[in-house]
């Protein structure tokens, strides 16, 4: 009896790895419901982004700095509806000092073709703005040292529609009360500081490389942000 039990036990903590549910098991979930604004730039859009930009080039004691080459602050049309949030820069971005210019760009840039949509029809950041090492998840610590910096950004680019590629930027925005299988394919209407915008989540590119056979969802989840422009007239 007590031996069948140990193995239902074993058999649930494989299930979790497999989902890659471990904030499942975390004792302390994170909902984020606070977004405060810094709400501190002025002038033009530009200058804002300008000023953001430079208040992050001053962030002191920050690991991710130290061992990064360059920021990587967005690429995109800054007049865009439309904002994706990746996770963190990897090798090709630290070089290029933009986002999503490597594989994982290149699958984006195919997705985002296949909504007839391109890198100037959308803005592009990310959770944290400096390469990890080793291209590791950023720190919950470090999500939290940038975050209100994106929401800055948000604030700034004042999206109708925020796509959240992955699970950091999930947790990052949302919490980490719900995974990304679960938590993508579906509308939350979210106010980010002062601005009302709809949240999706889909999966992360470089995740749709290491599992092809999820590619299915995230077409879904595009199709889903093809109507909803249609329906926002964006
Ligand atoms: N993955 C990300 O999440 N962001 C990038 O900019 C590149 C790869």
């Known amino acids: 009896m007590k031996k069948d039990l140990n193995q239902k036990l074993i058999a649930l903590i494989e299930y979790y790895n497999l989902m890659n549910a471990n904030y499942l098991l975390s004792n302390s979930p994170i909902k984020r419901n606070i977004y405060n604004s810094q709400n501190i730039f002025t002038g033009s859009k530009t200058e804002k982004l300008d000023k953001l930009k430079k208040k992050i080039q001053s962030i002191k004691n920050c690991e991710l700095k130290k061992s990064a080459k360059n920021l990587v602050f967005s690429d995109g049309n800054i007049n865009s509806k439309i904002m994706l949030i990746g996770e963190g820069p990897g090798a090709n971005e630290d070089i ?3 986002p999503f210019v490597g594989r994982a760009g ?3 840039n195919k997705m985002l073709e296949s909504i007839k949509l391109n890198r100037e029809k959308v803005y592009i950041s990310n959770v944290v703005n400096y390469r990890p090492p080793e291209n590791r998840k ?6 939290q040292r940038y975050l209100p910096y994106l929401i800055s950004h948000i ?3 004042k999206p109708k529609i925020l796509v959240l590629l992955g699970s950091t930027a999930l947790n990052a925005l949302i919490g980490n009360e ?3 299988s679960k938590a993508r394919g579906r509308w939350i ?3 980010i500081a002062s601005i009302e915008v709809w949240v999706i989540a889909t999966f992360h590119p470089a995740f749709l490389m290491r599992q092809p056979d999820q590619k299915k969802f995230a077409w879904i989840d595009l199709k889903m942000i093809r109507e909803k422009s249609k329906t926002l007239k964006l």
């Open 155 to 157: 604030e700034i680019i």
């Open 178 to 180: 719900i995974v990304i």
């Open 189 to 191: 209407q979210k106010k």
């Open 138 to 143: 950023p720190t919950e610590e470090e999500m």
């Open 106 to 108: 290149k699958l984006l």
């Open 96 to 98: 290029e000092g933009k």
